[in-house]
């Protein structure tokens, strides 16, 4: 069964930075595309980012370009979110998604991990 479990979610003050893990278990890491969502009060769930299964090819959603960074380490089964100059309008639930295939190819994620708060104060 694939578990992902979240951590790294926090309070911060605006401008500042918080780096989120997703560490995964129950299938071959390195065989998937991953991918971050995140859903606001109220709110559905987004698509932040994603990336192919090498790490070579990064996907994000607009608003968080330039100041989110997507990354993988296959030797330890992670993938990561690097999240600076952090705004009010992030506030969230972060979650780790793991793809249906290697190549990330449009919004077809099967496994979800539970999710961590991030809230930025302004």
């Known amino acids: 069964q694939v578990q992902l479990v979240e951590s790294g979610g926090g309070l911060v003050q605006a401008g500042g930075s918080l780096r989120l893990s997703c560490a995964a278990s129950g299938r071959t890491f390195s065989n998937y595309a991953m991918g971050w969502f995140r859903q606001a009060p109220g709110k559905e769930r987004v698509f932040v980012a994603a990336?192919?299964?090498?790490?070579?090819?990064?996907y994000y959603l607009n608003s968080v370009k330039g100041r989110f960074t997507i990354s993988r380490d296959n030797a330890k089964n992670t993938v990561y979110l690097q999240m600076n100059s952090l705004k009010p309008d992030d506030t969230a639930v972060y979650y780790c998604?793991?793809?249906?295939?290697?190549?990330?190819?449009?919004?077809?994620?099967?496994?979800w991990g539970q999710g961590t708060q991030v809230t930025v104060s302004s």
């Open positions: 998604a793991s793809y249906r295939s290697t190549y990330y190819n449009g919004l077809n994620f099967d496994y």
């Open positions: 990336i192919d299964w090498s790490g070579s090819s990064t």
